[in-house]
């Protein structure tokens, strides 16, 4: 089984730029396709982007695309969102979360079953 355990988060001034990480435990963690979502105060959890199990493939919601950027490490067990251009509406507690295993590209935004425990973001207008 894949726990997960996000860090990284933290205060930052819209505008700026901060990176999360998810580190992954198990040997199958290469195998599984990978997401972020995140959770503001009164909203539901959205999701921000996802990668597939080889890094090749890549997804963004609408709100993110061109300022985040996913990635992974398979040899570190982590992958990463990238924040650039923070606005105060990205502020929330970001998920780190497991997909479908194999290499199916792309999966639905239902697919994503496990979550970690979450990092918040904080940004200051």
């Known amino acids: 089984q894949v726990q997960l355990v996000e860090s990284g988060g933290g205060l930052v001034q819209a505008g700026g730029s901060l990176r999360v990480s998810c580190a992954a435990s198990?040997?199958?963690?290469?195998?599984?396709?990978m997401g972020w979502f995140r959770q503001a105060p009164g909203k539901e959890r959205e999701f921000v982007a996802a990668?597939?199990?080889?890094?090749?493939?890549?997804d963004y919601a609408d709100s993110v695309r061109g300022r985040f950027t996913i990635s992974r490490d398979n040899t570190k067990n982590t992958v990463y969102l990238q924040m650039n251009s923070l606005k105060p509406d990205d502020a929330a507690v970001y998920y780190c979360?497991?997909?479908?295993?194999?290499?199916?590209?792309?999966?639905?935004?239902?697919?994503?079953?496990?979550w970690g425990q979450g990092t918040q973001v904080t940004v200051s207008s």
């Open positions: 198990g040997r199958t963690f290469s195998f599984y396709n």
């Open positions: 979360a497991l997909g479908p295993y194999g290499t199916t590209w792309p999966i639905p935004k239902t697919a994503f079953r496990s």
């Open positions: 990668i597939s199990s080889s890094g090749a493939g890549t």
